[in-house]
């Protein structure tokens, strides 16, 4: 018989996260520490939207590009929260999460053998999606010493004459790295220099919390050049609800639409009337989130610090990275061990890439107890390697 399998598909990895939460849900008494959703229900007033829609029977397909009503709610949202104008017509597509607009937004901008630039440690679509595109992927490695923020050195040393486009996925997975406005001022001038392309992922836009926000399309030069990706998976808690959008040129936009008319045809109906309720009226609520997990982010920091286990301070998505290199194992043993020996699920930084070795993700988007718990048997597992190096 012939393979029946593509072996483009075959040759991409599996996702590096899914292993260790496989492993965690055959054991009893597991915290995990390692998936990216909010703890927090959708607002009230979203799932009631939600629920109302289907009552008066909304269930039927809407525009391929989304409800017009939507569409002008997310380009009011970015104009007042990002400084950015799109058309709501020609310039702006809801997705199925923002996970199918970076799927699609490659698909559409990528030819076989163009380079793709992506800084890591990042979030695990990006590679296998350039991959799938016929994209060739090219890693830049990012530095804690730069608090695994994208320079200007490190993304010119990167580029060649088949570089096409860059990936920009600040606030960032796993990091929690957030990029300053002169950090993009000098990452902009670049782009435009080498005439390149920015996918920029905003999916952790609203959890910043030092300063605001800025999105590189709001630069000098850069709007007509990049493609804005956000959704309402983090910020509103919704993402079961599988609800993103892509916002940019429209000459672009215009080819993502032709995959997306084929392959989806619309975003779940009932999640496009919660999200214009959510973009209307969630503000306050994403508000009360935010702040809740900045207080679980100042807790691990501390905690961290008080440890003495080393960790880079982040100010954006709801991610701490810290290093465990002291202890000489890689991500993968030492996340295995903790597993095993205290019943804690973290995910190893190699997950994101080859230079999260060294490194650990662990999410705080959980309750404060759930963290306290972890935190005290991760202490008690990292108190047992020290005393055993120190007693050889």
Request: hydrophobic share 40%; charged share 25%.
């Amino acid at each position: 018989m012939r393979n029946p399998l593509s072996q483009k598909v075959m040759a991409i990895e599996p996702s590096g996260i899914r292993r260790f939460f496989d492993i965690a849900n055959e054991m009893e008494d597991v915290i995990s520490l390692g998936v990216g959703e909010p703890d927090f229900d959708t607002p009230w007033h979203i799932r009631d939207e939600g629920i109302y829609s289907l009552e008066k029977g909304r269930t039927f397909y809407t525009s391929n590009s989304g409800l017009m009503e939507l569409r002008k709610e997310i380009c009011r949202y970015l104009e007042r929260r990002c400084n950015l104008t799109y058309d709501p017509v020609h310039e702006t597509l809801v997705t199925v999460g923002g996970s199918e607009g970076i799927d699609i937004a490659l698909r559409a901008m990528v030819d076989e053998g163009d380079e793709v630039l992506i800084p890591q440690p990042c979030y695990v679509s990006y590679l296998p999606c350039v991959q799938l595109a016929g994209g060739v992927p090219v890693a830049i490695e990012l530095q804690e010493k730069n608090e695994f923020r994208l320079t200007a050195e490190e993304l010119r040393e990167k580029i060649t004459d088949k570089t096409k486009v860059l990936i920009m996925p600040f606030p960032n997975n796993p990091t929690g790295a957030v990029m300053r406005r002169d950090d993009l001022r000098k990452i902009a001038e670049i782009v435009i220099e080498k005439d390149l392309f920015v996918i920029s992922d905003e999916i952790y836009s609203e959890l910043t919390y030092e300063g605001t926000h800025v999105s590189i399309a709001s630069l000098p030069g850069m709007r007509e050049r990049t493609l804005t990706i956000n959704g309402f998976s983090k910020s509103y808690a919704m993402t079961g609800w599988r609800l993103g959008y892509v916002c940019g040129p429209q000459r672009i936009i215009d080819q993502m639409m032709k995959i997306h008319q084929f392959a989806i045809m619309c975003a779940p109906t009932t999640s496009q009337y919660a999200a214009v309720e959510a973009l209307r009226n969630g503000d306050e609520d994403v508000a009360q989130m935010r702040e809740s997990y900045n207080q679980r982010r100042r807790y691990l920091m501390h905690e961290f610090r008080r440890m003495q286990l080393p960790c880079f301070e982040p100010f954006g998505a709801f991610y701490v990275f810290p290093c465990i290199k002291e202890f000489g194992m890689t991500s993968d043993e030492f996340a295995m061990r903790l597993l095993e020996e205290e019943h804690v699920a973290v995910v190893p930084g190699t997950a994101f890439g080859a230079c999260g070795e060294g490194f650990l993700r662990i999410s705080y988007a959980y309750s404060i107890n759930a963290l306290k718990a972890a935190l005290a048997r991760l202490e008690k597992f990292i108190t047992r390697l020290r005393a055993a190096e120190s007693s050889e």
